[in-house]
């Protein structure tokens, strides 16, 4: 059925200004409680992941959601990479000028992630902060080896740990 302006239903061509501006306030305020809910991190986690590669030249932080990891990371690597599958979480993160983020799909094929991302052994440090349980494991981990430099390239995942009550 055809409404009677004339746009067919499930279109956004209909959306007034009022309306996107009202969902742009949603999104921003939801994005801003998710951003508020996530953990911080001691610096000094990332001064240890830091310690365990000999270089600090490229860190390339996967699944970044709104940058909290990256930002650690681009105050002791030259540069870092910050990848999350969610355009609008991207749009809240952090603007530092060593760090490249980037949207990419849930699942990059190796000539995506070369094209996408990095060259094979171009990476000093990859981390994972919260989002490990997104991924298919085995795939992400072949990946994180094809970039990583070898011999000393490390993966730091940064998982929450419940305290005993």
């Given at each position: 059925?055809?409404?009677?302006?004339?746009?067919?239903?499930?279109?956004?061509?209909?959306?007034?200004?009022?309306?996107?501006?009202?969902?742009?306030?949603?999104?921003?305020?939801?994005?801003?409680?998710?951003?508020?809910?996530?953990?911080?991190?001691?610096?000094?986690?990332?001064?240890?992941?830091?310690?365990?590669?000999?270089?600090?030249?490229?860190?390339?932080?996967?699944?970044?959601?709104?940058?909290?990891?990256?930002?650690?990371?681009?105050?002791?690597?030259?540069?870092?990479?910050?990848?999350?599958?969610?355009?609008?979480?991207?749009?809240?993160?952090?603007?530092?000028?060593?760090?490249?983020?980037?949207?990419?799909?849930?699942?990059l094929?190796m000539?995506?992630?070369?094209?996408?991302?990095?060259?094979?052994?171009?990476?000093?440090?990859?981390?994972?902060?919260?989002?490990?349980?997104?991924?298919?494991?085995?795939?992400?981990?072949q990946?994180?080896?094809?970039?990583?430099?070898?011999?000393?390239?490390?993966?730091?995942?940064?998982?929450?740990?419940?305290?005993?009550?």
């Amino acid at each position: 059925m055809v409404p009677r302006n004339g746009v067919k239903s499930g279109s956004r061509s209909h959306i007034t200004q009022r309306e996107r501006e009202r969902d742009g306030k949603f999104v921003s305020e939801t994005v801003q409680a998710y951003s508020l809910g996530r953990p911080t991190y001691p610096r000094e986690l990332f001064q240890f992941i830091a310690s365990k590669t000999p270089q600090h030249d490229l860190a390339w932080d996967v699944g970044t959601g709104t940058g909290q990891a990256a930002q650690s990371l681009a105050g002791i690597y030259k540069n870092v990479i910050a990848t999350d599958a969610s355009e609008t979480l991207l749009n809240f993160t952090p603007k530092l000028p060593n760090i490249q983020y980037k949207c990419t799909p849930p699942k990059l094929t190796m000539e995506e992630l070369k094209h996408a991302i990095v060259e094979e052994s171009r990476v000093d440090v990859v981390t994972v902060a919260q989002a490990v349980h997104w991924f298919d494991l085995p795939t992400f981990y072949q990946q994180v080896k094809w970039v990583l430099k070898k011999p000393h390239g490390v993966m730091a995942v940064v998982l929450p740990i419940a305290k005993d009550k």
